[in-house]
Nanobody, 123 residues
Framework: QVQLVESGGGLVQAGGSLRLSCTASGRTWRHKMAWFRQTPEKEREFVGVRWDSNTIRYADSVKGRFTISGDDAGNTMYLQMSSLKPEDTAVYYC??????????????????WGQGTQVTVSS
């Protein structure tokens, strides 16, 4: 069993920065870990995924502004968000799952989810 806990959300002005953390407990070795976000109006949206320090992918909407990092043991993952925009406002979720053939941009590719942390960007 894997438990994921996000932290670091909050209110920030447009153009500002925020760093989210995801702490994992349980068996996460060789799991991919990802960030998703969701608003009440939209389905859960892929933000980025990390397999290891050399293999990270981002959604086009955040590329160049967001950076994912973490430790290779899979215990901690971070999402550094810069140049934030009001449209980045959402609940951000950490997710983890074994490597599979399912697209990493799809929520069903992940077996475990955190409770989410709210990020609000004011204009």
């Amino acid at each position: 069993q894997v438990q994921l806990v996000e932290s670091g959300g909050g209110l920030v002005q447009a153009g500002g920065s925020l760093r989210l953390s995801c702490t994992a407990s349980g068996r996460t070795w060789r799991h991919k870990m990802a960030w998703f976000r969701q608003t009440p109006e939209k389905e859960r949206e892929f933000v980025g995924v990390r397999w290891d320090s050399n293999t990270i992918r981002y959604a086009d909407s955040v590329k160049g502004r967001f950076t994912i990092s973490g430790d290779d043991a899979g215990n901690t993952m971070y999402l550094q968000m810069s140049s934030l925009k009001p449209e980045d406002t959402a609940v951000y979720y950490c997710a983890s799952g074994p490597i599979s053939t399912i697209s990493v941009q799809t929520p069903r590719a992940y077996s475990y989810w955190g409770q989410g942390t709210q990020v609000t960007v004011s204009s």
